[in-house]
């Protein structure tokens, strides 16, 4: 018989990333304000080795680019790069 899953279940986890334009912007920009790849400040240290790692499921439930996305959703790495389109 399958497991059943809960509405307590997290959903999948999917990895996402940026495209690479993109992604040379964010490393540019993290590396010139001195954070990690995850967008923290270098020295800080996460329980479990990653500031995805949920301990209550045992395992990794998010990315570098949804941690990043969830902190900076202003994606200031694109500054005036940054391309606006009419509503």
Known sequence: ??????????????PQR??????????????KHKLNSWGDPKNLM???GSP???ERL???VCDPFSKIMSVYPERPWNGEHQIWTAP
Request: hydrophobic letters at 40%; charged letters at 25%.
């Open 58 to 60: 045992g395992d990794i």
């Open 46 to 48: 996460y329980l479990g």
């Open 18 to 31: 940026f495209k690479p334009e993109e992604q040379a912007r964010v490393d540019v920009w993290l590396r």
């Open 1 to 14: 018989m399958l497991p059943i899953a809960t509405p307590l279940d997290p959903p999948p986890f999917k």
């Open 52 to 54: 995805c790692f949920d």
